[in-house]
């Protein structure tokens, strides 16, 4: 069973359009998380959700908007896309509170990325 | 705010060298340390953690790290390298009493091992 899932894998697309990516997880945490990351590796953090409630949005432009129907998803909506936007996002999940008898663990468990290629 | 460094971006050795890669990170408090290991054209993968107790930690495929609260540092080590090891690792940090939603990534450090 896959912990973490994201859909697409691949996405190319043109600028301008608008397209959007789905994560799933289904370890029962309560926190969900989007990751950029560059062409040189690099890892930044976009967004984080706990409990569906939006706890981190780091200075990412407004055509990214992150949505959490519940906290088992997070999806990541791009309006207008760019050429700068061409990277690979991850999602990941993590436990930080103790409901539903969960123990806190920190530790990010990482979807297997989607390449967005944009022309 | 917590912040991680890591000194090296990209290590070449030999098959059944020994690796250490460097990790520094910059924060007062009780700190969470990890690291991650992704292979090429796959996720982030948890390699070993610390939380608390033993600052020597063992994680999977033989890696260790070793958590030296006075000079900030949480090396990754392993004794005899293989050609599989080749990756990117990434070292991260997370305070729990400030920010335990945060997960601070270092840029990462690329390993390339020569058969």
């Known amino acids: 069973d896959t912990a973490v899932s994201q859909t697409p894998k691949y996405l190319v697309t043109q600028m301008g359009n608008d397209k959007s990516i789905k994560c799933e997880q289904n370890?029962?945490?309560?926190?969900m998380y989007w990751y950029k990351q560059d062409s040189k590796k690099f890892l930044k953090i976009m967004f984080s959700?706990?409990?569906?409630?939006?706890?981190i949005n780091e200075t990412v432009p407004n055509r990214f908007s992150p949505k959490s129907p519940d906290k088992a998803h997070l999806n990541l909506h791009i309006n207008s896309l760019e050429l700068g936007d061409s990277a690979v996002y991850f999602c990941?999940?993590?436990?930080?509170?103790?409901?539903?008898?969960?123990?806190?663990?920190?530790?990010?468990?990482f979807g297997p990325g989607t390449r967005l290629t944009v022309t | 705010a917590q912040s991680v460094s890591q000194h090296n971006h990209h290590v070449i050795l030999s098959e059944a060298a020994s690796l250490e890669l460097g990790c520094n990170y910059s924060?007062?408090?009780?700190?969470?340390l990890f690291w991650y290991v992704q292979y090429p054209g796959q996720h982030l993968q948890l390699l070993l953690k610390y939380f608390s107790g033993d600052p020597l930690v063992k994680g999977i495929k033989g890696f260790e790290a070793e958590f030296i609260k006075s000079k900030f540092s949480f090396n990754l080590r392993k004794p005899s390298v293989q050609w599989s090891d080749t990756a990117e690792y990434f070292c991260?940090?997370?305070?729990?009493?400030?920010?335990?939603?945060?997960?601070?990534f270092g840029s990462g450090t690329r390993l390339s091992i020569r058969p």
């Open positions: 959700y706990n409990n569906k409630e939006l706890i």
């Open positions: 991260a940090v997370n305070a729990p009493y400030s920010s335990a939603s945060k997960i601070i």
């Open positions: 370890l029962g945490h309560d926190t």
């Open positions: 924060y007062g408090g009780t700190v969470n």
């Open positions: 990941a999940s993590s436990q930080l509170g103790t409901s539903g008898g969960y123990a806190p663990s920190y530790e990010q468990y």
